[in-house]
Protein backbone atom coordinates (compact mmCIF):
# COMPACT_ATOMS: atom_id res chain seq x y z
CA UNK A 1 0.00 0.00 0.00
CA UNK A 2 1.31 3.61 -0.46
CA UNK A 3 -0.36 6.74 0.61
CA UNK A 4 0.77 9.66 -1.66
CA UNK A 5 -0.03 13.70 0.22
CA UNK A 6 -2.55 12.20 2.58
CA UNK A 7 -4.44 14.89 4.49
CA UNK A 8 -7.55 14.41 7.08
CA UNK A 9 -8.56 16.97 9.77
CA UNK A 10 -11.74 16.64 12.04
CA UNK A 11 -13.99 19.57 12.37
CA UNK A 12 -13.27 20.98 15.31
CA UNK A 13 -11.18 18.79 16.83
CA UNK A 14 -7.01 18.50 17.04
CA UNK A 15 -5.94 15.63 15.29
CA UNK A 16 -5.99 13.88 11.96
CA UNK A 17 -3.36 13.79 8.65
CA UNK A 18 -1.43 16.29 7.21
CA UNK A 19 0.34 15.64 3.62
CA UNK A 20 1.23 11.78 4.43
CA UNK A 21 3.44 10.29 1.96
CA UNK A 22 4.80 6.43 1.69
CA UNK A 23 4.91 3.28 1.17
CA UNK A 24 3.97 0.06 3.64
CA UNK A 25 6.86 -2.56 2.25
CA UNK A 26 4.84 -5.59 1.01
CA UNK A 27 5.31 -8.99 3.14
CA UNK A 28 6.61 -7.15 5.90
CA UNK A 29 5.72 -6.04 9.63
CA UNK A 30 5.61 -1.99 9.79
CA UNK A 31 4.40 -0.52 13.28
CA UNK A 32 2.93 3.01 13.72
CA UNK A 33 4.39 4.55 16.60
CA UNK A 34 4.03 8.52 17.87
CA UNK A 35 2.70 9.81 20.78
CA UNK A 36 -0.93 10.14 21.39
CA UNK A 37 -2.61 12.04 19.02
CA UNK A 38 -0.20 11.67 16.52
CA UNK A 39 -2.89 10.51 13.74
CA UNK A 40 -2.16 6.62 14.49
CA UNK A 41 -5.33 5.09 14.30
CA UNK A 42 -6.87 7.66 12.37
CA UNK A 43 -3.94 6.75 9.70
CA UNK A 44 -5.58 2.75 10.16
CA UNK A 45 -8.97 3.91 9.43
CA UNK A 46 -7.69 5.43 6.08
CA UNK A 47 -6.51 2.52 5.21
CA UNK A 48 -8.93 0.08 5.91
CA UNK A 49 -11.20 2.88 4.10
CA UNK A 50 -13.40 3.87 7.02
CA UNK A 51 -12.15 7.21 6.76
CA UNK A 52 -11.94 8.48 3.27
CA UNK A 53 -8.99 11.12 2.63
CA UNK A 54 -10.32 15.06 2.34
CA UNK A 55 -6.80 15.47 -0.07
CA UNK A 56 -4.41 12.67 -1.57
CA UNK A 57 -4.77 9.17 -2.40
CA UNK A 58 -4.34 5.55 -1.08
CA UNK A 59 -3.23 2.93 -3.55
CA UNK A 60 -3.30 -0.75 -2.96
CA UNK A 61 -1.54 -2.73 -5.77
CA UNK A 62 -0.99 0.60 -7.65
CA UNK A 63 -4.64 0.97 -7.94
CA UNK A 64 -6.56 4.03 -5.99
CA UNK A 65 -8.29 2.28 -2.73
CA UNK A 66 -11.57 4.56 -3.64
CA UNK A 67 -11.63 2.01 -7.06
CA UNK A 68 -12.29 -1.32 -5.23
CA UNK A 69 -16.18 -2.70 -4.71
CA UNK A 70 -16.62 -3.11 -1.03
CA UNK A 71 -16.11 -7.17 -1.94
CA UNK A 72 -12.87 -6.49 -3.59
CA UNK A 73 -11.70 -4.73 -0.51
CA UNK A 74 -12.90 -7.32 1.97
CA UNK A 75 -10.99 -9.87 0.35
CA UNK A 76 -7.76 -7.82 0.55
CA UNK A 77 -7.92 -5.53 3.23
CA UNK A 78 -8.55 -6.91 7.03
CA UNK A 79 -8.51 -4.56 10.40
CA UNK A 80 -8.94 -5.67 13.79
CA UNK A 81 -10.00 -2.67 16.36
CA UNK A 82 -10.71 -3.06 20.42
CA UNK A 83 -14.15 -1.90 20.30
CA UNK A 84 -16.95 -4.83 19.58
CA UNK A 85 -19.76 -4.41 21.91
CA UNK A 86 -22.34 -5.20 19.27
CA UNK A 87 -21.50 -8.59 18.86
CA UNK A 88 -21.68 -9.91 22.64
CA UNK A 89 -24.40 -12.51 22.22
CA UNK A 90 -22.80 -13.86 18.89
CA UNK A 91 -20.75 -17.01 19.34
CA UNK A 92 -16.84 -17.56 18.92
CA UNK A 93 -17.80 -19.18 15.28
CA UNK A 94 -20.45 -16.95 14.40
CA UNK A 95 -18.36 -13.72 14.78
CA UNK A 96 -15.52 -15.53 12.78
CA UNK A 97 -17.85 -16.92 9.83
CA UNK A 98 -18.22 -12.81 9.29
CA UNK A 99 -14.64 -13.09 8.03
CA UNK A 100 -16.02 -15.72 5.18
CA UNK A 101 -18.89 -13.55 4.69
CA UNK A 102 -16.47 -11.75 1.08
CA UNK A 103 -16.58 -14.81 -0.23
CA UNK A 104 -20.54 -15.98 0.03
CA UNK A 105 -23.69 -14.61 -0.97
CA UNK A 106 -25.75 -12.56 1.16
CA UNK A 107 -28.18 -15.10 2.77
CA UNK A 108 -25.25 -17.93 2.43
CA UNK A 109 -24.30 -19.99 5.90
CA UNK A 110 -20.81 -20.46 6.18
CA UNK A 111 -20.03 -23.83 6.90
CA UNK A 112 -17.50 -24.91 10.11
CA UNK A 113 -15.28 -26.14 7.97
CA UNK A 114 -14.48 -22.91 6.60
CA UNK A 115 -13.85 -21.45 10.05
CA UNK A 116 -12.37 -24.01 11.58
CA UNK A 117 -8.70 -23.58 10.86
CA UNK A 118 -8.89 -19.72 12.08
CA UNK A 119 -9.99 -21.24 15.44
CA UNK A 120 -7.46 -23.79 15.34
CA UNK A 121 -4.56 -21.10 14.47
CA UNK A 122 -5.94 -18.69 17.29
CA UNK A 123 -6.21 -21.37 19.75
CA UNK A 124 -10.19 -20.73 20.12
CA UNK A 125 -11.33 -24.63 18.56
CA UNK A 126 -12.55 -25.48 22.30
CA UNK A 127 -14.39 -22.01 22.72
CA UNK A 128 -16.08 -22.27 19.28
CA UNK A 129 -19.86 -22.23 21.17
CA UNK A 130 -19.11 -19.62 23.75
CA UNK A 131 -20.69 -16.06 23.51
CA UNK A 132 -18.27 -13.40 23.09
CA UNK A 133 -19.75 -12.01 26.00
CA UNK A 134 -18.83 -14.66 28.61
CA UNK A 135 -15.20 -14.52 27.11
CA UNK A 136 -12.19 -12.33 28.82
CA UNK A 137 -10.43 -9.48 26.94
CA UNK A 138 -7.85 -11.54 25.61
CA UNK A 139 -9.87 -14.41 23.89
CA UNK A 140 -12.46 -11.44 22.47
CA UNK A 141 -9.59 -10.14 21.33
CA UNK A 142 -7.89 -13.48 19.43
CA UNK A 143 -11.42 -13.74 18.44
CA UNK A 144 -11.60 -11.07 16.37
CA UNK A 145 -7.95 -11.72 15.28
CA UNK A 146 -9.51 -15.04 14.02
CA UNK A 147 -12.40 -13.39 11.68
CA UNK A 148 -9.29 -10.91 9.93
CA UNK A 149 -7.71 -13.96 8.87
CA UNK A 150 -10.69 -15.49 7.67
CA UNK A 151 -10.74 -12.72 5.13
CA UNK A 152 -7.55 -14.43 3.83
CA UNK A 153 -6.49 -10.61 3.43
CA UNK A 154 -2.97 -9.38 1.46
CA UNK A 155 -2.88 -6.50 3.83
CA UNK A 156 -3.82 -6.66 7.64
CA UNK A 157 -4.12 -3.87 10.00
CA UNK A 158 -4.12 -4.43 13.86
CA UNK A 159 -5.05 -1.21 16.08
CA UNK A 160 -2.36 -1.99 19.31
CA UNK A 161 -3.44 -5.98 18.60
CA UNK A 162 -1.86 -6.74 22.17
CA UNK A 163 -4.71 -4.97 24.26
CA UNK A 164 -5.87 -7.16 26.82
CA UNK A 165 -3.41 -10.14 26.15
CA UNK A 166 -1.04 -11.45 28.38
CA UNK A 167 2.84 -11.83 28.07
CA UNK A 168 2.58 -15.34 26.71
CA UNK A 169 -0.51 -14.10 23.78
CA UNK A 170 1.41 -11.27 23.18
CA UNK A 171 5.06 -13.20 22.21
CA UNK A 172 2.24 -15.82 20.39
CA UNK A 173 0.98 -12.84 18.28
CA UNK A 174 4.07 -11.31 17.35
CA UNK A 175 5.06 -15.01 16.35
CA UNK A 176 2.13 -15.18 14.20
CA UNK A 177 2.29 -12.06 12.65
CA UNK A 178 6.04 -12.72 11.66
CA UNK A 179 5.36 -15.72 9.94
CA UNK A 180 2.10 -14.46 8.31
CA UNK A 181 4.70 -11.72 6.79
CA UNK A 182 7.10 -13.97 5.88
CA UNK A 183 4.57 -15.80 3.87
CA UNK A 184 3.71 -12.41 1.96
CA UNK A 185 1.03 -10.88 4.15
CA UNK A 186 1.33 -7.02 4.71
CA UNK A 187 1.15 -6.23 8.01
CA UNK A 188 0.37 -2.84 9.69
CA UNK A 189 -0.34 -2.38 12.72
CA UNK A 190 -0.48 0.42 15.80
CA UNK A 191 1.73 -0.11 19.21
CA UNK A 192 2.06 2.23 21.71
CA UNK A 193 5.14 -0.05 23.32
CA UNK A 194 8.16 1.32 21.52
CA UNK A 195 10.20 -1.36 22.71
CA UNK A 196 8.00 -4.07 21.40
CA UNK A 197 7.29 -2.56 17.85
CA UNK A 198 11.29 -1.92 17.36
CA UNK A 199 11.51 -5.44 18.46
CA UNK A 200 9.25 -7.15 16.09
CA UNK A 201 8.89 -4.79 13.73
CA UNK A 202 10.46 -4.64 10.01
CA UNK A 203 10.03 -1.03 8.92
CA UNK A 204 8.33 1.76 11.30
CA UNK A 205 6.79 4.79 10.82
CA UNK A 206 7.04 7.27 12.97
CA UNK A 207 4.13 10.21 13.41
CA UNK A 208 3.92 13.39 15.18
CA UNK A 209 1.19 15.90 14.80
CA UNK A 210 -0.25 14.57 11.87
CA UNK A 211 3.08 14.30 9.62
CA UNK A 212 5.13 11.19 9.39
CA UNK A 213 8.21 12.55 11.06
CA UNK A 214 10.51 9.65 10.03
CA UNK A 215 10.16 6.03 8.84
CA UNK A 216 12.85 2.82 8.15
CA UNK A 217 14.05 0.14 10.05
CA UNK A 218 14.05 -0.39 13.72
CA UNK A 219 18.04 0.27 13.39
CA UNK A 220 17.78 3.32 11.62
CA UNK A 221 14.85 5.01 14.27
CA UNK A 222 16.81 3.88 17.23
CA UNK A 223 17.44 7.24 17.43
CA UNK A 224 17.55 9.14 21.17
CA UNK A 225 17.66 12.46 19.34
CA UNK A 226 14.79 11.62 16.95
CA UNK A 227 12.64 10.01 19.64
CA UNK A 228 13.12 12.71 22.17
CA UNK A 229 11.93 15.33 19.76
CA UNK A 230 8.85 13.46 18.65
CA UNK A 231 7.91 11.74 22.10
CA UNK A 232 9.27 15.17 23.95
CA UNK A 233 11.12 13.40 26.98
CA UNK A 234 14.74 12.12 27.14
CA UNK A 235 15.55 8.62 26.29
CA UNK A 236 18.51 6.58 25.95
CA UNK A 237 19.23 3.01 24.66
CA UNK A 238 21.06 0.25 26.60
CA UNK A 239 21.93 -2.94 25.71
CA UNK A 240 20.12 -5.63 27.92
CA UNK A 241 22.09 -9.00 27.98
CA UNK A 242 19.84 -11.79 26.18
CA UNK A 243 17.56 -8.96 24.84
CA UNK A 244 19.69 -6.37 22.88
CA UNK A 245 19.33 -2.57 22.64
CA UNK A 246 16.24 -1.35 24.96
CA UNK A 247 14.86 2.24 24.95
CA UNK A 248 15.02 3.65 28.42
CA UNK A 249 13.24 6.64 29.60
CA UNK A 250 15.03 8.74 31.64
CA UNK A 251 13.88 10.63 34.58
CA UNK A 252 12.98 14.41 34.23
Not at 57 to 71: C, F, G, S, V
Not at 76 to 104: N, S
Not at 186 to 202: M, W
Not at 217 to 241: G, I, S
Request: hydrophobic share 40%; aromatic share 8%; glycine share 6%.
Amino acid sequence: MECRHVSYHYPRQKGGLTALSGNLPTGKITTIIGPNGAGKSTLLQLLARQLLPQSGEIRLADQPLAHWTTKQLAQRVAMVTQHHQLYDELMVQEVVAMGRLPYHSLWQTVPFHEVQPYLAQTGLLALADQFMQDLSGGQQQRAWLAAALAQEPAVLLLDEPTTYLDVHYQQTLMTQLQSLAAKGMTIVQVLHDINQAFRVSDWLWLLNDGRLAASGTPTQLRDPQLLERVFNTAVEVVTVPRFGPYIVQLPN
